[in-house]
């Protein structure tokens, strides 16, 4: 679910709990005890239906839309690797759970494993806490404050600012009518049990960062990829801005040979011309098809949208093209109309202010446009462009470039800065005014415009989409909804805002005012996620939903080719919602419906980790290849929730007057703030750089590698980050980049994929032997 999805959300969610009981026809607390009571029971029935109804569905479909939820192992040679999965009903469960870390990261990559290692931390934390809390914490609650923490159980109290003397008689006496003596000693429990939380969270943090960079640095040690041993040179000045200069400066660095160098230039004009080619070239594609016809290939009654495909080896699905079964016969020639039908017809605009038109011939009209556009783009081609102030260098080492990034180059500042490189297909060479200043000079998070940011790479972007999309959701749903959700009218939120934000004092109580009478909603909310719409992400409901519009707007043999692509799995929308459960159950790990959250936290990500595993092996392609860059990222995240959980303690315990406990917390808060900076100094460079002595000198080279058998953590071919798919447009176009150049002055001019005839050939003899660019996959 996207974040503004989560926002509405939690507006029709909120809005019951925000309203206030002061009027005569309040309700009782018995009223209210069966209304929380009946709304957590029914939401968990219909989340129990809905993703029971997802997943059964799922393993119904599963065996028959195999171009769908097993796309990925199709398409993929690294995923072909992976055990296939039986077609039987449950079989596939015990398969995918056996599969381990080492499979994982040879078929999915560093981001994936990544990924799956935050579910393990947080289900380790949560077991833990969740032991905690049943054993010691509940109990404690039970005795000495009657509360059980499960909503409608306990009296909702606090709903006002009028009430708060009474809220804070609540904490120490009680919910119920019957006041239960306090004993001081009960209110060191949330000094305790805050220390004990932030240390294991911190503890089981750094246990996985060390097993990340461990297994990060031996994966990338032992590379010799082109991208690990070229580095992105940024701040260029004018008077270095040619080959030969960044050469001669490299180079009198004494660091390193340089093996190529490619300084990005203002292709803005040729990239214009290539993206209005491709226009053009679609057009002629669907005016073929109206001419010769197209026949779609019939169903039988066990398929359903996505085509049934016949069982076949390994080797043959790795070499799957775009040419998909929707195309062909069984002997495999396309499927074409028996009778041509009439020459299609387009309209022309000529004359003053385009005021008259014709009409004239299409399939000659858009042949003719596209030759003289091919006559343009040739001499674009051989243009000389001017030079932007990026280079992309490539040294004989890795070492040299690891040297390179890892210092400081020129004395002036956001001048010859050096970066990591991206994958040559990762690159955004279609916005050169982005390419002119350095990544640092421009990368801003804010205002959601993450792909005009001044990032060169769809890795980038994607690792500023989930700085983006966490603090959204951070903000809009965990503070506005909580910590200022009292105001029911805008003027009231600002009202309100402004005096909650009065001192560090103000906020604390604010949190733990707030924080108990929305637990209902939390608890509701993880449990529609976990058990209600997790499935249908199994299922891929999106995909599904929108299969029969793409199906019918499709005219020709490459449009019907493109329904064969797998979605994209989006780290972006994915790990940002993840992280704000787990500071919820960090946050709740103390109150009495800590045990609650933290068993609906644990199925959550114990299905989260099961579906997504699935998801980025079998089913979704995921073309940014960051090198598990998003874990530091995580850790930031989850250190903003550890301070955020003690903040809230700190302004419970004062909310019962234990001043002197509640400032036994503030040393442990500034020592999260300085662990925080002391990660950020320490671990996460290892998360970044490869370090010099993880680096394989005595590698082979491939000749040699040839002979031998690979290493467990060396990447598989499927893998090379020298040769990711190259997307244009949004789309895989066939091609593998395997240099740093711009794909506008070598990608092929193909003609249009008429049916009746064979694909295009997309690649010519010559530039095979230039090395540039690969064949489709």
């Not at 936290?601 to 099961?610: A, D, E, I, K």
């Not at 004062?654 to 900076?677: D, H, K, N, Q």
Request: aromatic share 12%; hydrophobic share 40%.
């Amino acid at each position: 679910m996207s974040a503004t999805a989560i926002a509405a959300t939690a507006v029709f969610d909120v809005a019951p709990a925000m309203a206030t009981h002061d009027g005569p026809n309040e309700p009782r607390w018995e009223d209210q005890a069966r209304r929380g009571q009946r709304d957590l029971y029914t939401q968990f029935v219909i989340s129990v239906i809905l993703g029971l109804s997802a997943f059964l569905a799922f393993c119904t479909l599963r065996p028959k839309w195999t171009e769908l939820y097993a796309a990925r192992r199709k398409r993929r040679n690294a995923a072909s690797a992976l055990p296939e999965l039986p077609d039987s009903f449950f079989g596939w469960i015990p398969v995918l759970y056996r599969i381990t870390d080492e499979e994982v990261l040879a078929s999915a990559g560093l981001d994936a494993y990544v990924f799956l290692s935050f579910f393990k931390f947080a289900l380790k934390f949560l077991s833990a806490t969740f032991v905690f809390a049943v054993g010691i914490i509940l109990p404690l609650h039970l005795r000495y404050a009657g509360q059980s923490g499960i909503p409608g159980w306990d009296q909702d109290d606090g709903d006002n600012d009028d009430d708060m003397e009474l809220y804070r008689r609540s904490f120490l006496f009680g919910s119920g009518n019957k006041e239960l003596k306090s004993d001081p000693n009960y209110l060191w429990m949330y000094v305790i049990f805050t220390y004990v939380f932030t240390g294991l969270a911190v503890y089981l943090l750094i246990q996985e960062t060390n097993k990340i960079i461990l297994t990060r640095q031996k994966y990338l040690g032992s590379q010799t990829s082109t991208t690990d041993r070229t580095i992105r040179l940024s701040g260029i000045p004018p008077e270095l801005r040619s080959e030969e200069k960044i050469k001669g400066f490299i180079e009198g660095l004494q660091i390193g040979k340089v093996e190529s160098i490619t300084l990005c230039r203002n292709w803005q004009e040729l990239d214009m011309l290539m993206e209005e080619r491709m226009k053009i070239l679609r057009n002629l594609e669907r005016s073929w098809t109206k001419h010769l016809g197209y026949k779609k290939r019939k169903r039988d009654s066990n398929t359903l949208p996505l085509i049934r495909s016949r069982r076949r080896s390994t080797s043959v699905t790795s070499d799957i093209t775009e040419r998909s079964h929707l195309l062909e016969n069984e002997d495999g020639r396309p499927l074409v109309s028996n009778q041509a039908r009439a020459r299609p017809q387009t309209r022309i605009w000529y004359g003053p202010f385009k005021l008259w038109f014709r009409n004239v011939d299409a399939i000659d009209y858009y042949t003719e446009k596209l030759r003289r556009l091919d006559e343009k783009i040739m001499a674009a081609r051989q243009k000389e462009y001017p030079p932007t102030a990026l280079a992309f260098v490539t040294m004989e080492s890795i070492s040299a470039s690891q040297m390179v990034v890892q210092a400081i180059l020129d004395p002036h500042p956001m001048q010859l800065v050096a970066t990591l490189a991206p994958a040559p297909a990762d690159v955004l060479y279609a916005y050169p005014f982005h390419l002119s200043l350095p990544m640092e000079q421009t990368n801003f998070d804010g205002l959601g415009l993450s792909g005009l940011q001044g990032m060169t790479s769809r890795g980038d972007v994607e690792l500023s989409i989930i700085s983006k999309n966490f603090f959204f959701t951070f903000f809009n749903l965990f503070l506005v909804f909580t910590v200022f959700g009292s105001a029911t009218t805008f003027y009231g939120f600002w009202e309100n805002l402004r005096d909650k934000f009065k001192d560090a004092t103000t906020i604390a109580f604010a949190l733990a005012t707030s924080l108990e009478k929305f637990s209902q909603f939390y608890i509701n909310w993880i449990i529609l996620h976990g058990l209600g719409l997790f499935p249908f992400r199994l299922l891929e409901f999106g995909s599904v939903a929108m299969y029969p519009i793409h199906f019918l707007s499709a005219k020709t043999p490459r449009e019907y080719a493109e329904l064969s692509t797998p979605p994209t799995f989006s780290y972006g929308f994915s790990i940002p919602q993840t992280i704000l459960i787990f500071i919820i159950c960090v946050v709740y790990s103390v109150f009495p419906s800590s045990w609650l959250i933290c068993l609906c936290g644990l199925v959550y990500f114990f299905l989260g980790q099961f579906i997504y595993k699935y998801q980025l092996l079998y089913a979704m392609d995921h073309q940014q290849h960051s090198t598990g860059r998003a874990w530091p990222m995580i850790c930031s995240r989850v250190f903003v929730g550890l301070v955020v959980f003690q903040l809230a303690m700190i302004g419970v315990l004062a909310l019962r007057r234990a001043i002197t406990r509640s400032l036994l917390l503030v040393p442990l808060l500034g020592a999260t703030v300085w662990f925080t900076y002391f990660f950020a100094r320490t671990y996460e460079p290892l998360t970044k750089f490869i370090a010099l002595r993880s680096i394989d000198k005595d590698r082979p080279d491939e000749s040699e590698a040839s002979l031998s058998p690979p290493a467990v953590l060396s990447p598989p071919s499927g893998l090379d980050r020298d040769s990711l798919p190259l997307r244009i447009g949004g789309r895989d176009i066939g091609l593998r980049l395997k240099k740093y150049v711009n794909p506008s002055l070598i990608m092929p001019l193909d003609g249009p994929w008429i049916p009746g005839r064979d694909r295009p050939v997309m690649i010519s003899p010559d530039q095979f032997e230039e090395g540039q660019i690969d064949g489709a996959v």
